[in-house]
């Protein structure tokens, strides 16, 4: 098998250059959200065929490491055209994997073909630095170090099911650039529209065993090639449960994790409530809130709850809802699993006495969006993540409560702050306990060389292009002792 599938759409991993299948002859089916047809066939590889892969995954190291860095870039600018002719392909394989809109995975793929372009840029920028020793109380400036960064060796990038493209290429990316070697698990429901994404660069001219994939059931080889003692990096995004999992048994190994999140939109009395509202329509909803940095609770008054509730509920039911194909922007949830979680969480709110103020619909997989006000902290909505189409109101005294439930998160990912008072909106962000505050805008990712880092339970270590590249890159340092 030579190409990325075959004629029953039976998906191989590429392994030291080769589109293979597993030996086992095991595969996974993969089926779309939206209507549960055929999408395709993964396979399903053993722990051998791991140690295999992480093989060629050494050997490749030296051979990438002699590629200078302006043609390591020039093969992510060719991934990126490639990307780009085959947009409308990919796009149709997202939307339908993931139940993802059209107009979301063709800008999925678009936006990753400009995180490839940027960060060939920030690669070929790296520099080293020479450091004198006489800046060093007692130091000589016949002593001079020089410092440049070195590739930390073979990088595990574990992706997620929501952005299988863009999240794949944002692990893969800054390691190749940074001269590491590159092995890709993605998510099983995701995995083929990733698989694309790695098609891709191995046609830019990627050498075999600089990128590889693996897919399988992580419950069969996630432990094993995490706790491999040849991985040298992990990037992980995805739950913080299992985001927990892998920082107690990684043994030293460093970790870059992108986890969960339960940002919130405090909204104060001064606030464009018609701009906050719309705003955070858009932020709560796009992809049915499968999105880590989703709006996922409000945080106001009571002075200005109810004119907030009223722009809420207008725009909630002007949202589109239905099949991914008919480009809707609330579609059918990953599974079945995720769709009982959340009414789960509407039914505990309501039972409690929180008021549905629209929503609380569901057609198997696919949840109406809900909007739930009066929301109080014993509810599960208050807290818990639903990665869906959720959005509870609470209501707090003045902004010192408000600030206090929203720190009394176990996340940290983001917040928002709407506010006509700039003074008002830092001394907010300074109390707020996130990697990032927006102000006067939805919580989102973007743009791809900002900072990107949540604390506490939301993750580890910082991404953003040029910080991705230094966390999977360390400095060696080379002192040069001049004699008189």
Not at 111 to 140: C, M
Request: hydrophobic residues 40%.
């Amino acid at each position: 098998m030579s190409e990325l599938c075959n004629e029953k759409h039976t998906y191989g991993n590429l392994i030291n250059g080769r589109w293979v299948e597993s030996a086992s002859g095991n595969v996974i089916t993969i089926t779309s959200p939206a209507d549960g047809s055929f999408i395709g066939e993964i396979q399903a590889v053993s722990r051998e065929e791991v140690d295999e892969v992480i093989r060629y995954s050494k050997e490749g190291l030296s051979l990438w490491a002699g590629v200078p860095i302006f043609e390591k870039a020039q093969i992510l600018y060719n991934a990126a055209e490639l990307l780009e002719e085959r947009t409308e392909e990919i796009a149709d394989i997202l939307m339908m994997e993931i139940a993802k809109d059209r107009k979301s995975s063709v800008s999925e793929v678009k936006r990753t073909a400009d995180f490839l372009r940027f960060t060939a840029d920030a690669g070929k920028s790296l520099e080293g630095i020479a450091v004198s020793g006489e800046n060093f109380p007692g130091g000589s400036r016949n002593k001079i170090s020089y410092v440049r960064r070195v590739p930390l060796g073979t990088v595990l990038a574990i992706s997620p099911f929501n952005y299988p493209i863009n999240l794949s290429a944002s692990k893969i990316a800054p390691a190749l650039m940074g001269g590491n070697t590159v092995i890709l698990k993605p998510a099983t429901q995701g995995a083929i529209s990733a698989l694309h994404l790695v098609k891709a660069l191995q046609d830019a001219g990627l050498p075999g065993g600089v990128l590889q994939t693996v897919t399988g059931k992580g419950s069969e080889i996630g432990d094993y090639i995490v706790t491999h003692e040849n991985i040298n990096f992990i990037n992980f995004t995805g739950s913080t449960e299992v985001g927990r999992h892998l920082s107690k048994i990684s043994c030293m190994t460093p970790l870059l994790l992108e986890l969960g999140g339960k940002d919130a939109a405090l909204v104060l009395e001064d606030a464009d409530l018609k701009y906050a509202a719309s705003n955070i329509v858009e932020g709560a909803f796009s992809y049915s809130g499968q999105r880590c940095t989703a709006v996922k609770r409000i945080i106001t008054t009571d002075k200005v709850a109810d004119q907030l509730v009223d722009m809420l509920k207008t725009g909630i039911e002007k949202l589109s809802v239905g099949d991914p194909r008919d480009n809707v922007v609330v579609t059918p949830l990953i599974d079945q699993k995720s769709a009982d979680f959340a009414e789960f969480l509407i039914q505990d709110a309501v039972a409690k006495g929180a008021e549905l103020i629209v929503g609380n619909k569901r057609e198997g997989n696919l949840v109406y969006p809900t909007l739930l006000d009066k929301v109080t902290v014993d509810m599960e909505i208050a807290w818990k993540e639903p990665f869906s189409p959720i959005l509870p109101i609470i209501r707090v005294k003045d902004m010192e409560e408000a600030v206090e439930i929203a720190n009394r998160s176990e996340y940290g990912l983001q917040s928002s702050v709407f506010t006509k008072d700039i003074n008002k909106a830092f001394r907010i962000a300074e109390k707020l306990e996130v990697g990032t505050v927006q102000i006067n805008n939805k919580t989102e990712r973007g743009p791809d060389h900002f900072p990107f880092l949540g604390v506490k339970a939301s993750g580890m270590g910082t991404q953003g292009v040029k910080y991705s590249i230094e966390a999977m890159t360390r400095p060696k340092a080379i002192t040069i002792n001049l004699t008189e």
